[in-house]
């Protein structure tokens, strides 16, 4: 269960860099390339191709990583686990008088009412 959490965690990063991607390709078809018509075709963006898949990759393992810290609970504090003592545990409390509210069975005497329907 900790590694599909882990690994949503992965998958939520590459959501939140596509929308971020989308974001910003937005903003540029909006704003810029109706004032400028500038269509970065002198950037070469061509020759960071085969950077793609492994920063796409890099993403989902730092968002897997960060899931599974986050989830694991590693990030809040130690891991270690104290033991229980006896102290720790709840008192066990009697009621010291028996409740008013409530008869028992051999104290329920008569008959029983009729249920009022509106």
Known sequence: MLVFESAS????ALFVGFIA???VVGIYVIVVWPLTF?????LHLERYSSWVAPG????FGGGTLAGFLCFSGLIFGSSKRR???VSDAPAR???TVRYKEYPSSSE???????INRW
């Open 83 to 85: 033991a229980v003592t």
């Open 21 to 23: 991607v989308t974001v």
């Open 93 to 95: 409390i009697q009621p």
């Open 108 to 114: 329920v005497n008569g008959r029983v009412r009729e």
């Open 9 to 12: 965690a992965g998958i939520m």
């Open 56 to 59: 796409l990759w890099s993403v």
């Open 38 to 42: 500038w269509d970065l075709a002198n």
